[in-house]
Protein backbone atom coordinates (compact mmCIF):
# COMPACT_ATOMS: atom_id res chain seq x y z
CA UNK A 1 0.00 0.00 0.00
CA UNK A 2 1.06 3.37 -0.94
CA UNK A 3 1.91 6.05 2.05
CA UNK A 4 2.26 9.98 1.15
CA UNK A 5 4.99 11.79 2.80
CA UNK A 6 5.46 15.01 2.65
CA UNK A 7 8.67 16.33 3.20
CA UNK A 8 7.66 19.65 4.39
CA UNK A 9 5.09 18.71 6.72
CA UNK A 10 7.92 16.21 8.45
CA UNK A 11 10.33 18.78 9.06
CA UNK A 12 8.19 21.19 10.73
CA UNK A 13 6.30 18.17 12.61
CA UNK A 14 9.85 17.75 13.52
CA UNK A 15 11.41 20.90 14.46
CA UNK A 16 7.76 21.30 16.60
CA UNK A 17 8.63 18.25 18.41
CA UNK A 18 12.54 19.36 18.96
CA UNK A 19 11.16 22.83 20.82
CA UNK A 20 8.66 21.72 22.24
CA UNK A 21 9.35 18.56 24.37
CA UNK A 22 12.89 19.89 24.47
CA UNK A 23 13.14 19.32 28.39
CA UNK A 24 12.32 15.81 28.35
CA UNK A 25 15.02 15.44 24.84
CA UNK A 26 17.32 17.56 26.27
CA UNK A 27 19.80 15.71 27.84
CA UNK A 28 20.20 12.88 25.26
CA UNK A 29 21.32 15.61 23.02
CA UNK A 30 23.25 17.93 24.54
CA UNK A 31 25.50 15.00 26.77
CA UNK A 32 26.73 13.27 23.75
CA UNK A 33 27.28 16.58 21.90
CA UNK A 34 28.79 17.44 24.34
CA UNK A 35 31.77 14.97 24.60
CA UNK A 36 31.66 15.34 21.01
CA UNK A 37 32.92 18.70 20.54
CA UNK A 38 35.81 18.23 23.39
CA UNK A 39 36.70 15.54 21.14
CA UNK A 40 36.23 16.94 17.74
CA UNK A 41 38.11 20.54 19.14
CA UNK A 42 41.50 18.38 20.37
CA UNK A 43 41.34 16.49 17.05
CA UNK A 44 40.52 19.68 14.66
CA UNK A 45 43.60 21.58 17.07
CA UNK A 46 45.80 18.56 15.94
CA UNK A 47 45.16 18.67 11.91
CA UNK A 48 45.93 22.25 12.31
CA UNK A 49 49.50 21.46 13.94
CA UNK A 50 49.63 18.90 11.74
CA UNK A 51 49.83 21.07 8.34
CA UNK A 52 50.78 23.88 9.98
CA UNK A 53 54.44 21.95 9.80
CA UNK A 54 53.87 20.66 6.77
CA UNK A 55 53.31 24.05 4.80
CA UNK A 56 55.86 25.16 6.19
CA UNK A 57 58.16 22.16 4.86
CA UNK A 58 58.62 20.85 8.79
CA UNK A 59 56.69 17.47 8.36
CA UNK A 60 59.81 15.82 9.11
CA UNK A 61 59.21 17.37 12.52
CA UNK A 62 56.39 15.80 13.35
CA UNK A 63 57.61 13.38 15.62
CA UNK A 64 54.42 11.40 17.41
CA UNK A 65 56.15 9.96 19.99
CA UNK A 66 57.72 13.64 21.01
CA UNK A 67 53.93 14.09 21.14
CA UNK A 68 53.31 11.39 23.49
CA UNK A 69 55.99 12.06 25.57
CA UNK A 70 55.64 15.67 25.86
CA UNK A 71 51.30 14.89 26.77
CA UNK A 72 52.89 11.85 29.22
CA UNK A 73 55.38 14.44 31.16
CA UNK A 74 52.45 17.39 31.49
CA UNK A 75 50.31 14.60 33.27
CA UNK A 76 52.57 13.57 36.10
CA UNK A 77 54.27 17.26 36.25
CA UNK A 78 51.83 19.67 35.86
CA UNK A 79 50.01 21.04 38.99
CA UNK A 80 46.83 19.37 38.51
CA UNK A 81 46.43 16.27 40.42
CA UNK A 82 47.07 13.52 37.77
CA UNK A 83 43.76 11.29 39.16
CA UNK A 84 42.20 13.84 37.72
CA UNK A 85 43.61 14.38 34.45
CA UNK A 86 43.02 10.82 33.87
CA UNK A 87 39.51 10.75 35.20
CA UNK A 88 38.30 13.17 33.38
CA UNK A 89 40.33 11.74 30.15
CA UNK A 90 38.44 8.21 30.75
CA UNK A 91 35.29 9.89 30.87
CA UNK A 92 35.27 12.08 27.99
CA UNK A 93 36.40 8.85 26.34
CA UNK A 94 33.38 6.93 27.67
CA UNK A 95 31.44 9.93 26.74
CA UNK A 96 31.99 10.10 23.56
CA UNK A 97 32.06 5.98 22.09
CA UNK A 98 29.23 4.86 24.38
CA UNK A 99 26.79 7.79 25.24
CA UNK A 100 25.29 8.55 21.35
CA UNK A 101 24.59 5.04 20.42
CA UNK A 102 22.66 5.01 23.81
CA UNK A 103 21.23 8.32 23.42
CA UNK A 104 20.16 7.62 19.77
CA UNK A 105 18.84 4.34 20.69
CA UNK A 106 16.55 6.38 23.55
CA UNK A 107 15.62 9.27 21.73
CA UNK A 108 13.65 6.72 18.82
CA UNK A 109 11.84 5.68 21.62
CA UNK A 110 11.07 8.72 23.25
CA UNK A 111 10.28 10.60 19.51
CA UNK A 112 8.03 7.67 18.80
CA UNK A 113 6.22 7.86 22.09
CA UNK A 114 5.74 11.48 21.50
CA UNK A 115 4.06 10.80 17.93
CA UNK A 116 1.73 8.62 18.59
CA UNK A 117 0.84 10.96 21.78
CA UNK A 118 1.71 8.62 24.65
CA UNK A 119 3.24 8.75 28.07
CA UNK A 120 7.03 9.16 27.17
CA UNK A 121 9.01 6.27 29.04
CA UNK A 122 11.28 3.77 29.67
CA UNK A 123 13.60 5.44 26.92
CA UNK A 124 16.66 4.40 29.12
CA UNK A 125 15.60 0.92 29.31
CA UNK A 126 14.98 1.06 26.05
CA UNK A 127 18.55 2.53 25.14
CA UNK A 128 20.66 -0.64 27.01
CA UNK A 129 18.86 -3.16 25.65
CA UNK A 130 18.92 -2.32 22.29
CA UNK A 131 22.77 -0.71 22.45
CA UNK A 132 24.63 -3.31 20.55
CA UNK A 133 22.79 -3.68 17.27
CA UNK A 134 23.14 0.42 17.05
CA UNK A 135 26.73 0.15 18.28
CA UNK A 136 27.19 -1.90 15.22
CA UNK A 137 25.19 0.48 13.28
CA UNK A 138 27.33 3.36 14.39
CA UNK A 139 30.56 1.81 13.79
CA UNK A 140 29.56 0.75 10.08
CA UNK A 141 27.78 4.24 9.39
CA UNK A 142 31.70 5.92 10.42
CA UNK A 143 33.18 3.43 8.30
CA UNK A 144 31.03 4.92 5.00
CA UNK A 145 30.91 8.40 6.08
CA UNK A 146 32.35 10.84 4.27
CA UNK A 147 34.21 12.59 6.96
CA UNK A 148 36.43 9.04 7.31
CA UNK A 149 37.31 9.71 3.52
CA UNK A 150 38.61 13.20 4.48
CA UNK A 151 40.56 12.48 7.59
CA UNK A 152 41.91 9.67 5.30
CA UNK A 153 43.18 12.33 3.08
CA UNK A 154 44.64 14.28 5.10
CA UNK A 155 46.88 11.32 6.62
CA UNK A 156 47.78 10.81 2.99
CA UNK A 157 48.99 14.43 2.00
CA UNK A 158 50.70 15.12 5.45
CA UNK A 159 52.83 11.36 5.54
CA UNK A 160 52.75 10.51 1.91
CA UNK A 161 53.32 13.71 0.23
CA UNK A 162 51.50 15.71 -2.89
CA UNK A 163 52.43 13.01 -5.38
CA UNK A 164 50.57 10.30 -3.94
CA UNK A 165 48.00 12.61 -2.82
CA UNK A 166 46.55 13.13 -6.17
CA UNK A 167 47.12 9.72 -6.96
CA UNK A 168 44.52 8.97 -4.08
CA UNK A 169 42.42 11.57 -4.27
CA UNK A 170 40.09 10.27 -7.61
CA UNK A 171 39.34 6.86 -5.20
CA UNK A 172 38.74 9.17 -2.27
CA UNK A 173 36.33 11.06 -3.92
CA UNK A 174 34.53 8.18 -5.16
CA UNK A 175 34.44 6.28 -1.87
CA UNK A 176 32.87 9.25 -0.42
CA UNK A 177 30.48 9.53 -3.05
CA UNK A 178 29.33 5.96 -2.56
CA UNK A 179 29.31 6.58 1.28
CA UNK A 180 27.11 9.81 0.74
CA UNK A 181 24.89 6.84 -0.84
CA UNK A 182 25.08 4.03 1.89
CA UNK A 183 23.87 6.60 4.40
CA UNK A 184 20.89 7.61 2.50
CA UNK A 185 20.45 3.98 2.09
CA UNK A 186 21.22 3.60 6.24
CA UNK A 187 18.37 6.54 6.76
CA UNK A 188 15.51 4.30 8.74
CA UNK A 189 18.13 1.59 10.35
CA UNK A 190 18.33 3.11 13.88
CA UNK A 191 14.44 3.14 13.63
CA UNK A 192 14.24 0.06 12.58
CA UNK A 193 16.63 -1.48 15.07
CA UNK A 194 14.53 -0.02 17.93
CA UNK A 195 11.24 0.39 17.12
CA UNK A 196 10.89 -2.92 15.24
CA UNK A 197 13.97 -4.66 17.47
CA UNK A 198 15.76 -5.91 14.50
CA UNK A 199 19.49 -6.69 14.08
CA UNK A 200 21.73 -4.73 11.91
CA UNK A 201 21.51 -6.63 8.46
CA UNK A 202 17.95 -6.57 8.64
CA UNK A 203 17.96 -3.21 9.68
CA UNK A 204 20.08 -1.83 6.70
CA UNK A 205 18.14 -4.31 4.08
CA UNK A 206 14.85 -2.80 5.54
CA UNK A 207 16.19 0.64 5.39
CA UNK A 208 17.44 0.38 1.70
CA UNK A 209 13.90 -1.42 0.56
CA UNK A 210 11.86 1.50 2.36
CA UNK A 211 14.58 4.50 1.08
CA UNK A 212 14.46 2.83 -2.66
CA UNK A 213 10.19 2.70 -2.45
CA UNK A 214 9.81 6.19 -1.12
CA UNK A 215 12.93 7.68 -2.88
CA UNK A 216 11.82 11.05 -3.92
CA UNK A 217 10.71 11.70 -0.44
CA UNK A 218 13.49 10.12 1.22
CA UNK A 219 15.72 11.93 -1.21
CA UNK A 220 14.54 15.32 -0.52
CA UNK A 221 14.38 15.13 3.51
CA UNK A 222 17.87 13.61 2.78
CA UNK A 223 18.97 17.23 1.26
CA UNK A 224 17.20 19.61 3.25
CA UNK A 225 18.82 17.46 6.17
CA UNK A 226 22.50 18.00 4.91
CA UNK A 227 21.51 21.54 3.82
CA UNK A 228 20.40 22.47 7.98
CA UNK A 229 23.35 20.51 8.74
CA UNK A 230 26.05 22.47 6.91
CA UNK A 231 24.27 25.85 8.39
CA UNK A 232 24.59 24.12 12.13
CA UNK A 233 28.26 23.31 11.32
CA UNK A 234 29.15 26.55 10.06
CA UNK A 235 27.89 28.61 13.10
CA UNK A 236 29.82 25.72 15.28
CA UNK A 237 32.99 26.08 14.31
CA UNK A 238 33.14 29.46 13.85
CA UNK A 239 31.71 29.49 17.76
CA UNK A 240 34.44 27.03 18.31
CA UNK A 241 36.89 29.23 16.62
CA UNK A 242 36.79 32.15 19.05
CA UNK A 243 38.73 29.74 22.12
CA UNK A 244 41.74 29.91 20.05
CA UNK A 245 42.04 33.11 20.31
CA UNK A 246 40.87 32.88 24.07
CA UNK A 247 43.34 30.43 24.77
CA UNK A 248 46.27 32.42 23.29
CA UNK A 249 45.29 35.99 25.29
CA UNK A 250 44.57 33.44 28.59
CA UNK A 251 48.49 32.05 27.66
CA UNK A 252 50.11 34.96 27.08
CA UNK A 253 49.18 36.18 30.67
CA UNK A 254 50.11 32.56 31.86
CA UNK A 255 53.48 32.98 30.76
CA UNK A 256 54.24 36.59 31.41
CA UNK A 257 51.85 37.55 34.15
CA UNK A 258 49.10 35.36 36.00
CA UNK A 259 50.08 31.68 35.74
CA UNK A 260 46.80 30.62 37.63
CA UNK A 261 44.47 33.49 36.23
CA UNK A 262 45.03 32.44 32.58
CA UNK A 263 44.54 28.81 33.17
CA UNK A 264 41.04 29.23 34.78
CA UNK A 265 40.55 31.97 31.99
CA UNK A 266 41.64 29.34 29.64
CA UNK A 267 39.03 26.80 31.40
CA UNK A 268 36.03 28.84 32.30
CA UNK A 269 35.64 30.60 28.79
CA UNK A 270 36.66 27.16 26.54
CA UNK A 271 33.70 25.36 28.89
CA UNK A 272 30.87 28.44 28.14
CA UNK A 273 31.50 28.41 24.24
CA UNK A 274 31.94 24.40 24.21
CA UNK A 275 28.61 24.49 26.02
CA UNK A 276 26.80 26.75 23.57
CA UNK A 277 28.51 24.46 20.41
CA UNK A 278 26.79 21.47 22.14
CA UNK A 279 23.58 22.98 21.96
CA UNK A 280 23.60 23.67 18.97
CA UNK A 281 24.94 19.93 17.88
CA UNK A 282 22.59 18.87 20.73
CA UNK A 283 19.17 19.99 19.04
CA UNK A 284 20.24 19.45 15.79
CA UNK A 285 20.92 15.55 16.64
CA UNK A 286 17.26 15.71 18.19
CA UNK A 287 15.88 17.24 15.32
CA UNK A 288 17.65 14.37 13.36
CA UNK A 289 15.87 11.58 14.83
CA UNK A 290 12.68 13.62 14.85
CA UNK A 291 12.93 13.82 11.12
CA UNK A 292 13.75 10.56 10.37
CA UNK A 293 11.69 8.66 13.04
CA UNK A 294 8.54 10.70 11.86
CA UNK A 295 8.77 9.58 8.30
CA UNK A 296 9.44 6.25 9.56
CA UNK A 297 6.11 6.42 11.33
CA UNK A 298 4.50 7.37 8.27
CA UNK A 299 5.91 5.02 5.81
CA UNK A 300 5.35 2.05 7.98
CA UNK A 301 2.21 0.51 8.39
CA UNK A 302 1.21 0.06 12.01
CA UNK A 303 0.77 -3.84 12.55
CA UNK A 304 4.85 -3.54 12.00
CA UNK A 305 5.61 -1.18 14.42
CA UNK A 306 6.97 -2.10 18.18
CA UNK A 307 7.25 -0.06 20.76
CA UNK A 308 6.87 -2.13 23.48
CA UNK A 309 9.72 -3.57 25.89
Known amino acids: MSRYLSPKLVIAEAWEI ?47 LEIFSRAWDFIFTSQIPTWLIITVAVITLIGYVFFPV ?23 QTGFMRFIPLFEYSAVKNAV ?11 VLRN ?43 GITRSSKLAFTYFTETLTLFLLFLLIELR ?37 VGL ?16 SVAIWTIAFHTLTPDEEKTTKL
Do not use: C
Open 272 to 287: ILLTFASLLSGTLEIF
Open 145 to 155: DPKSFFTEASF
Open 18 to 64: TRDHNKRLFWYGFIPAFFGMIVGTVYVLYQAVAFRHYFLGEKDKVNY
Open 102 to 124: FSRGALVFLIEKIIKGEEPEKEI
Open 160 to 202: LGSGLFRLFLIPLIVFSFFGLIALFFFAYVPQIIVLQREGLMT
Open 232 to 268: VLINIIIILFLPIAVFAISGFFAAKLLTGVGIVLSVI
